[in-house]
């Protein structure tokens, strides 16, 4: 009877560790990655920088930024104060860029909204309201090389 009880136990402990051995591959503690089906979550946006929005608001002012060969096209823009369409157009191809807005004369002002970081070509809009002052643009993958002023009047 005692070996029979010992089989039952061996059994049991089996059931439940091929229970569970698919939730340790999941929580990161098994081998899961993109070459055997495993798509990981999108990281969510980080917060205190306003994203990226789809449709800009009615009356709103539009600006187009392109990224091309590691760098932005224009670097200085002036527009009415109030809302303002910024359309980022990165045109390098699988090169990472975007468009990081700052109130003020650098990046150490308040984040007024940024696009993704993400490879080209792609096209994103940021719709932000500017009171009248000047923003510092960057782009946040190269932000020695890339960056810029928005005037609003």
Same mark, same amino acid.
């Given at each position: 009877?005692?070996?029979?009880?010992?089989?039952?136990? &061996?059994?049991?402990?089996?059931?439940?560790?091929?229970?569970?051995?698919?939730?340790?591959?999941?929580? /990161?503690?098994?081998? &899961?990655?993109?070459?055997?089906?495993?798509?990981? %979550?999108? !990281?969510?946006?980080?917060? /205190?920088?306003?994203?990226?929005?789809?449709?800009?608001?009615?009356?709103?002012? %539009?600006? !187009?930024?392109?990224? #091309?060969?590691?760098?932005?096209? #224009?670097?200085?823009?002036?527009?009415?104060?109030?809302?303002?369409?910024?359309?980022?157009?990165?045109?390098?191809?699988?090169?990472?860029?975007?468009?990081?807005?700052?109130?003020?004369?650098?990046?150490?002002?308040?984040?007024?909204? %940024? !696009?993704?970081? #993400?490879?080209?070509?792609?096209?994103?809009?940021?719709?932000?309201?500017?009171?009248?002052?000047?923003?510092?643009?960057?782009?946040?993958?190269?932000?020695?090389?890339?960056?810029?002023?928005?005037?609003? #009047?």
């Amino acid at each position: 009877m005692t070996g029979f009880r010992a089989l039952v136990m &061996l059994i049991a402990i089996a059931a439940l560790f091929l229970t569970f051995l698919p939730m340790l591959a999941i929580t /990161g503690l098994g081998d &899961l990655d993109a070459s055997n089906g495993y798509v990981p %979550s999108p !990281t969510p946006a980080a917060t /205190g920088s306003p994203a990226a929005t789809a449709s800009p608001p009615a009356g709103s002012q %539009s600006v !187009t930024i392109t990224a #091309k060969t590691t760098a932005f096209e #224009k670097t200085s823009y002036t527009v009415p104060a109030g809302p303002v369409s910024i359309t980022f157009d990165n045109e390098d191809k699988g090169v990472m860029h975007n468009v990081h807005l700052y109130d003020g004369a650098d990046n150490t002002g308040k984040d007024e909204g %940024s !696009t993704t970081l #993400k490879p080209g070509p792609n096209t994103q809009t940021l719709n932000v309201n500017l009171k009248p002052g000047s923003y510092y643009f960057e782009c946040d993958a190269h932000p020695d090389q890339m960056h810029g002023t928005i005037t609003a #009047k």
